[in-house]
DNA sequence: AATTATTTTTAGATTAATCTAAATTTATTT
DNA sequence: AAATAAATTTAGATTAATCTAAAAATAATT
């Protein structure tokens, strides 16, 4: 596998989850747009990667990826991850930094590496910007969680991750130290707007129905009594 | 820079610094044999290290480096060290499985990433091999050490590093548990053979001529009145 | 349904990095 | 000093990854 091409894999799969009609076929110039490359290129590509069997692609009618590139796709995905975590809790880099690096170190070949620095971070869940880490299976975390705005008042809650992260939000969370793993009691969720009012470490916190639906949260059963 | 580029200088630089004869030009099969390539390939990739002054190479006359080029070189060599430190002391890999790992961890470009490591590893001067890793500005360490055979008995010493490192002579190194940065006491230096005998944690140990002639060491001071 | 616009693919070139086989230069022996 | 051997370079091909310009297919409008 060339760097090249595990690019391209992890793209298309970015696409189809994030594709709007579900089971849409990814096309050709949402790939080129994606990759910042002229649409021949990505035909070129596409050819390359049928011919071993990690894309389904359909000559104008679009790619899809098989089970060999999906697995593909996710280890790569969480390399990624992986690394961006390491560089931000271990060395302390910045999460506004750290994406073009990791998109180096996760082209780094070596099962034992991956093993060792996922045991070393404490086997996260999710990265600095609160995505999901996938697994060793390619199973992706954070499906059991909830979003904020399902949240009940008086109950005490985790704070997983982000649904659609973007800087201005990431920004945002840092301002507040809402953080990934904060954990926070809710005081009272307003039913007129749907906004959330929180506690956490002493603090109180109060977020938008706009903010609250894009974080992902989980119940904290063993702070449940602490009212 | 490309991978390929990198890689040339840096086994360029390493034929400089191993050549018999100083200021000897390292010739193109030198070249070929250690990258694994064929001379017309190595020949091909000089004229374009030439083409940006990386290198000074004379049609059937060898190649040097110029000055761009080895500093090109020495940051090669101490990100490959630096990310070797990392993978045994922080990852627990075994030194024996770490190079082919830093083989590509060490082409990864990102200069904050770099000082970070550095600084997280405690800046270290010699990586799992005994290697002594450049520093920022592309000095050896070491240069200051001694050989363990210039050693006087009664004095207190580190070890800092290893003059030419093989499996072999690391593995007996693992098996004695005389490890870099260990601390130890010579008890005393045979006048007939230079067999050194020492005091290491109250276990005792004795090195060969031959094996302590491949030892960089450092006097104690701060122990010297241990006796 | 025909025309126009958009998307996608093909054809042909380019660059880095490699190879094989042949030619050339340098080094070593007779 | 020739002749032979070894080292090195050139010539010509190949593969991955990209590009531009032109052709073909599909989608959207009149
Ligand atoms: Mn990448
Ligand atoms: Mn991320
Ligand atoms: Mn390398
Ligand atoms: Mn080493």
Redesign the pocket.
């Known amino acids: 596998m060339?760097?090249?091409?595990e690019?391209?894999l992890k793209v298309i799969l970015k696409l189809e989850l994030a594709q709007e009609e579900l089971h849409a076929r990814v096309?050709?110039?949402?790939v080129?747009e994606v990759?910042?490359?002229?649409?021949?290129?990505?035909?070129?590509?596409?050819?390359?990667l049928k011919e071993k069997s990690l894309v389904d692609?359909?000559?104008?009618?679009?790619?899809k990826l098989t089970g060999a590139g999906r697995k593909q796709a996710l280890c790569l995905i969480r390399r990624h991850r992986l690394w961006e975590t390491f560089l931000v809790e271990k060395l302390g880099l910045s999460w506004k930094t750290v994406h073009p690096v990791a998109e180096q170190l996760e082209h780094v070949h070596s099962d034992e590496l991956l093993e060792r620095l996922d045991e070393f971070l404490g086997h996260p869940a999710f990265d600095p910007h609160g995505e999901p880490i996938p697994n060793g299976e390619g199973k992706l975390p954070g499906c059991d969680g909830e979003l904020m705005t399902t949240v009940k008042a008086g109950k005490n809650y985790t704070f997983m991750g982000i649904k659609e992260p973007t800087d201005t939000l990431l920004s945002y969370l840092d301002k507040i130290k809402l953080n990934i793993g904060s954990i926070f009691h809710v005081q009272d969720v307003e039913a007129y707007n749907g906004s959330v009012e929180l506690e956490m470490g002493g603090k109180v916190c109060f977020l938008t129905y706009d903010v609250a639906n894009k974080l992902v949260v989980k119940v904290n059963e063993k702070h449940e009594n602490k009212n």
């Open positions: 060339t760097i090249a091409e690019d391209y096309t050709t110039n949402q080129a990759i910042q490359t002229k649409p021949s290129s990505v035909t070129d590509m596409l050819k390359r692609y359909i000559k104008y009618k679009g790619i």
